[in-house]
């Protein structure tokens, strides 16, 4: 009975997968797309897919940003990845494709509303050295922040991943993407990626192929590792224990990055997972969820966010999160 209540929770997120759809004539062939949502949340990953029949080459744009089609093999089949920004404000935002077949070409426009999200809060206490910094650690942290924000610019590199994005890391998440932050009563920023609570030593594997572009002690982020999955998608790894990993070596999807500790400021053993696509700050679920086709690990991933928004309202209340093995970056 029990189990039959789950597959009917799961059963009913099958049935709400939010898809746009659009057909188009012109130049001189047809094309058409599907998997642009008319309404997203901030933090989203969506996959747009695109069949030109007539051999065009698609493009397009996204709040200011190109969308870049890869095709995986046959020339008329395209897809592309795009998201909206952890704190991207509310809004309708135009998402236009364009097809070049030949001499002709045909474009459409799309409208997508992004709505808030309610991300919840958490309440962290902690020794106030790490919570006020001393202006040497603050020169620190600031220089560490441009040199990520530097590679997140880095433009041009050829799609590495294929398929689906696999968890670094089993376990549970312990703190979900866009948290808000208020350390010892002060309000701070948003969470910028998913902490999941794993055994220190336990191995992290590369979720998708890429290059590491960055292998590093930071003072928040403690041991970490930035992988280029090209076509500006990248995902870091912080407080690792050990790394596994060095600068510029191609990885494979499933290999071994590291292993899980509580380096940096954390204050126990846990995985912080982050994505950046287009330079955008976006949920790793997300991610996840966008490149699978697998119905199953869609519904189990819809299941998590879904428990996270549970656990959120009830933060609303003025619940604390609580502290195990948290994630304080
Ligand atoms: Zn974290």
Known sequence: MRSGKIWLVIASFLLVIPSGWGLCSGGQGTWRVEGIPSTLKQGDVFRIRLTADGGGVPSGG????????????????????????????????????????????????????????????????????????????????????????????????????????????????????????????????????????????????CPNDGRVVMVDELFFGGKTVVVDHGQQLFSFYMHLDRVAVRMDQEIRKGDVIGAVGASGRATGPHLHWGVRLNGVRVDPLSLMEATTNDMETIGIIRKRKYMAEKRKKRTKKGENLGQGGKTLD
Request: net charge positive; hydrophobic share 40%; charged share 30%.
């Open 62 to 205: 996204f709040q200011g940003e190109e969308i870049v089609f890869y095709s995986e093999e046959n020339g008329k089949d395209y897809e592309a990845l795009m998201g909206v920004d952890l704190e991207c404000p509310a809004g309708i935002y135009p998402l236009n494709i364009t097809v070049e077949e030949g001499s002709g070409v045909s474009g459409r426009m799309f409208q997508i509303e992004v709505v808030r999200a309610f991300f919840g809060v958490q309440r962290i206490t902690l020794p106030p050295e790490m919570v006020h910094l001393d202006p040497q650690s603050l020169k620190r942290v600031k220089e560490e922040k441009r040199k990520m924000e530097a590679l997140w610019a880095v433009r041009g590199e050829n799609r590495r991943w294929h398929g689906k994005f696999l968890a670094p890391v089993e376990g549970r998440i312990n703190a979900f993407f866009g948290v808000r932050r208020i350390l010892n009563g002060e309000r701070r920023g948003r969470h910028n990626g998913i902490d999941i609570k794993a055994r220190q030593g336990e191995k992290v594997l």
